[in-house]
């Protein structure tokens, strides 16, 4: 049931109607519709397919996660797997502090 409402809510979110989204994937806009109503489940390449034209992760999309990772977030953690280990160490220290620095801020403000 997850999967349905999510998709209703993350196109509205993104202020795409039915008729686009179906256009996207190359499908006709009703079965958008039974996909959010739940009447019929889309195949693996069906949900990635509209995972890509939202974008978004495919496992926010299916209930696997909780967090709406959006394509560029998910391009940068790819991007950042892709270096090696020294490299991809620097980097997420750096991003760390950023984020400590961003909450203690934040817990003062």
């Known amino acids: 049931m997850l999967f ?4 209703l809510d993350t196109r509205k ?3 795409i109607s039915q008729d686009e989204l179906a256009k996207k994937i190359g499908v006709h806009a009703p079965i958008i519709g039974r996909y959010e ?5 889309p195949s693996i390449e069906m ?6 034209a939202l974008e978004i992760s495919l496992d926010y999309l299916t209930g696997i996660s909780d967090l709406e990772l959006d394509k560029n977030i ?3 953690i790819t991007n950042l797997q892709e270096l090696n280990t020294k490299d991809r ?4 220290t ?3 502090a950023l984020i400590r620095d961003f909450k ?3 817990a003062y403000a």
Do not use: P, S, W
């Not at 949900?47 to 890509?52: E, G, L």
């Not at 160490?89 to 997420?92: A, F, G, S, T, V």
């Open 47 to 52: 949900a990635t397919k509209i995972a890509d």
């Open 94 to 96: 750096t991003i760390n």
């Open 74 to 76: 998910v391009n940068i």
């Open 13 to 15: 979110k993104k202020k």
């Open 104 to 106: 203690t801020k934040q």
């Open 4 to 7: 349905g409402k999510r998709l």
């Open 89 to 92: 160490e620097h980097i997420l």
């Open 37 to 41: 109503r739940e009447e019929v489940k």
